[in-house]
């Protein structure tokens, strides 16, 4: 929503510039004690499931996968889709936000899951979901930021162990690398 520094962002026109001068719109917030929290929605990014395909999740017929609503999501077994993301909250992090809130750090839920092809796929979700964050927060650390991450509520339920495996939403082993 900012003109961020990141090449993926630019080159496939996912910028918004809906706030024009982020610098003075996190001195506010800092001169009011407020904390600044980046949310950056890491698989659910249509546009650029759209933009290039190489990056999204496939359908069985090798087209891109979508959900009910026609909303498609990258594939959270790419590590280029890792590299962006850890890209814009760096970028976040070096404006001044003091977190950052993974937001969709999940494998899609609404649509014909078994219809979804994960290119690259090299373990389970879980794992997939875990790793991502763990790739993330030595680089956030860095940056003097605190890093977390959304889950659905059904995942801290023991009886969901199925809800939570097909999102790929482990709380015990994403709470190794969120604060």
């Known amino acids: ?35 600044p929290i980046a949310r950056v929605v890491c698989f659910k990014d249509d546009v650029l499931a759209k933009k290039r395909p190489d990056l999204a999740v496939m359908h069985t017929s090798g087209e891109i996968w979508e959900d009910f609503k026609g909303l498609s999501f990258t594939n959270p077994y790419n590590h ?6 850890v890209q814009v909250a760096e970028d976040a992090a070096r404006h001044g936000f003091r977190e950052i809130q993974f937001d969709y750090v999940r494998f899609p839920s609404d649509g014909k899951i078994s219809e979804a092809v994960y290119p690259g796929q090299n373990s389970s979700k879980e ?9 993330a927060r030595p680089r956030l650390e860095k940056l003097g930021v605190w890093v977390s991450a959304d889950v659905f509520g059904i995942t801290v ?20 690398n969120v604060d």
């Open 157 to 176: 339920n023991p009886n969901n162990a199925k809800d939570s495996a097909t999102i790929g939403q482990n709380v015990e082993k994403i709470s190794r």
């Open 127 to 135: 794992d997939a979901v875990a790793a991502f964050l763990a790739y």
């Open 1 to 35: 929503v900012y003109d961020a520094d990141v090449a993926l962002a630019k080159q496939e026109g996912l910028i918004e510039k809906r706030i024009k001068d982020i610098d003075a719109l996190i001195a506010k917030l800092e001169e009011h004690d407020i904390t």
């Open 80 to 85: 280029e889709i890792w590299e962006y993301l």
